[in-house]
């Protein structure tokens, strides 16, 4: 009886630090020190309602933005509560169709070159916002034609946003959604920004 009252009493002191206050802690701390990334990195609208988040991919098949990953997610598009990877492998005949649909869609788009993989691949969760500093800058020609922008200018913007990750040969990467919403806001696309 005596071990199982400490048993008891051990697993309860447990439960309380490792699954009450450190979280709490935590979620504190961070809230603190980090509050936008804290309460989920969210973007407003000019309105005030949340418009997305920084950390989800958007949905855009128009030529005149950057498209980001394609999503594998239930439902809809980059939908965050139907998170998932496709988990075909990459000799089924479902994910080689897909693969080649959207390869004939960026053709179709004015898309020419070779296509890294990430602008025609789901990511592991299918909400992925970042994509490839070469899928973005492969996408300039048809974004700047459809906004009625220099090229030039355009590709500046693209390189302000790439991110160089510490870890050696995992490559430049771009967000997309913060792109996206940056030349929304960009008063004109001229050369002078």
Known sequence: MNSLRTAAILFTLLFVITGVAYPAAVLLAAGIAFPFQAHGSLVLAADGQVAGSLL???????????????????????????SAGSNLGPTNPALLGDV????????????????????????????????????????????????????????????SHAV??????????????DLNRELDRWPGGDENG
């Open 56 to 82: 989800l991919g958007q949905n855009s098949s128009l030529p005149a933005y950057f498209q980001g990953r394609p999503s594998a997610t239930t439902g809809m598009p980059y939908n965050a509560a139907g």
């Open 164 to 177: 160089y990750p510490l870890v050696p040969f995992s490559g430049a990467y771009v967000n997309v959604a």
């Open 100 to 159: 080649e649909m959207r390869v004939a869609s960026l053709r179709d788009q004015g898309i020419n070159g070779p296509i890294p993989s990430d602008l025609v691949m789901a990511s592991g969760s299918g909400l992925d916002p970042h994509l490839s500093l070469d899928a973005a800058l492969l996408q300039v020609p048809v974004v700047a034609g459809a906004r009625g922008i220099s090229e030039d200018a355009l590709r500046e913007r693209v390189l």
